[in-house]
């Protein structure tokens, strides 16, 4: 069965200053989290200042490192396919991402997945997510 | 109800593969083609227009380029959007005196080979690290949307194809349109999976080419001997990953329509023709529900059957063929949809399209990606 592994090369994401201590948390295998003082939610992608409440006293945590699929897509033309896909955070938010280890039907919204990290092309590794429970 | 401001010319471009005909050139042939219809010199624009499919730093560039002495120049970019959005802005621009004859031009030309980025690719760009490393094609972001669409509602790639056989059916008529075979439901669903669940013919065509329009004051409008369309209502919204407070079904036209409604003060049932912007058939059914003409998640039934088809259906949509079978110049389908909207309301349509009484015409403009981030437009135009 073809798994849709990730074979093609991913492109080194640039570390930011205010992005810098999330390209650090997945080098460690970490998944690091975004929370705010202020208002109490945790936001994704990471800024220094919270994009609910516009308070500066944000501040980082290690998540979970799991979710359920909350959309997904496999761009069958590619010249190595792989799947794009939207996972719902244990901690609420939704971020883009990769699925990774599943067979292309056995892909559905609402899977429970776990975050693993994927090596880039001179970079630090990004986050993605396989089915749940995985060895 | 403010400002007063005409679509008073259009013009698009016949090309959709622009070998030997510069960005610059494209521009410049649609301003010319735009002038003409008006019955307008180029002496007489005093406001230009344009996004960043202009090269250069746009109207530094153009404005110098094309010869203009302009007073007020705009070049908001918010995808293919963008010219709805110079309509308000020319509009406003008119109320307030600071021109009377806006031109606004947009073209592209990726087929002939000088592939025009406006996306940022800026390390700067905040998002990019967050995104770029997953391959978010086009294609991808948007089949995001249309597969959580399909678990939330139960929409049908049977429904989706719908969008497609309609614009196929007007785009026979239309001798510049990219595809103009006339396809059923069958033939989409046959057609290769590009990005589940998006088939290739759920995918607006890849065209070059362009189109300009001139919006002009009250006075200037009428002196013209055109018919008379008016800008009667306008809004516009930008929707993003929210923090990540995602919501893959809804778009940005719940609020950009409500807006153009508001101002407008038409109901739904008085708008004849819609120009809904295409670049996928998901586009389209999500637009729908958002601006409210069906009810959340019904927009799959609502383009069922035909009922988009001029002639056939109830509301008649992109009477060109759209982006989906005519024309997305540059990857941006504002124009020709506002342009198509325009030849409608003048009664200029293709005779087998041509909306009987067409005097009230809603266009709607997505940039962006449903699946990311995109701006909403709403037009509501109206022949006087
Ligand atoms: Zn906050």
């Known amino acids: ?135 | 109800m403010g400002a007063q401001a005409y679509i008073s010319g259009v013009f698009e471009h016949p090309t959709r593969k622009a070998e030997g005909l510069s960005l610059a050139q494209l521009h410049a042939d649609c301003a010319a083609g735009a002038l003409a219809d008006a019955g307008l010199k180029k002496g007489d624009v005093d406001g230009y227009f344009c996004a960043s499919d202009a090269p250069g730093i746009g109207p530094l560039n153009m404005v110098d380029y094309l010869g203009l002495d302009v007073r007020h120049v705009d070049a908001t970019e918010i995808g293919g959007a963008s010219y709805l959005h110079h309509i308000t802005q020319a509009q406003q621009a008119i109320a307030d005196s600071k021109c009377n004859v806006a031109l606004i031009t947009g073209a592209g030309r990726p087929r002939a080979g000088a592939a025009t980025y406006w996306l940022p690719q800026s390390p700067d760009v905040p998002d990019l690290g967050f995104e770029q490393p997953y391959g978010p094609a086009t294609v991808a972001l948007y089949a995001l949307a249309a597969q959580r669409h399909m678990h939330e509602f139960g929409t049908t790639s049977e429904q989706l194809a719908w969008v497609k056989v309609a614009a196929s059916h007007h785009a026979q008529h239309n001798p510049q349109a990219m595809l103009r075979d006339v396809v059923t439901v069958e033939d989409v669903l046959a057609s290769p999976m590009i990005a589940d669940p998006l088939h290739k013919l759920d995918c607006c065509v890849i065209s070059d080419g362009g189109g300009a329009m001139i919006v002009t004051r009250p006075e200037i409008a009428r002196s013209l001997g055109k018919p008379l369309v008016r800008v009667r209502g306008s809004g516009m919204a930008i929707k993003g990953q929210a923090g990540g407070d995602v919501d893959l079904t809804t778009t940005g036209a719940v609020k950009s329509g409500a807006a153009a409604f508001d101002e407008a003060g038409v109901r739904h049932a008085d708008i004849k023709y819609a120009s809904i912007y295409d670049s996928f058939t998901i586009t389209v059914v999500m637009t729908l529900e958002d601006l409210g003409f069906c009810a959340k998640g019904k927009g799959g039934a609502f383009v069922m059957d035909g009922n988009l088809i001029s002639g056939v259906g109830k509301l008649p949509f992109n009477t060109d063929g759209g982006g989906l079978c005519n024309n997305h110049p540059g990857g941006k389908g504002g124009m020709p949809k506002t342009i198509e909207a325009v030849r409608q309301l003048r009664g200029e349509a293709h005779p087998a399209v041509q909306v009987p009484g067409c005097d009230l015409a809603l266009v709607h403009g997505t940039g962006g990606f449903l699946g990311s981030r995109h701006s909403s437009a709403t037009l509501i135009l109206e022949r006087e």
């Open chain 1, 1 to 135: 069965m073809t798994m849709t592994k990730t074979t093609r090369k991913i492109p080194a994401p640039t570390p930011l200053e205010d992005s810098r201590d999330f390209w650090e948390g997945a080098a460690r295998g970490e998944l690091m989290l975004k929370h705010c003082e202020a208002c109490g939610r945790a936001h994704h992608y990471p800024r220094a200042r919270c994009p609910h409440c516009f308070s500066d006293r944000t501040m980082w945590r290690q998540a979970s490192g799991r979710g359920t699929v909350y959309s997904w897509t496999i761009m069958r033309r590619a010249p190595q396919p792989y799947t794009l896909a939207y996972v719902e955070l244990d901690e609420g938010p939704r971020m883009l991402t990769n699925l990774v280890g599943f067979a292309p039907d056995a892909i559905e919204i609402g899977a429970a997945v776990e975050v693993v990290f994927e090596p880039t092309e001179g970079g630090p590794p990004v986050p993605m997510f396989r089915p749940a429970g995985h060895d």
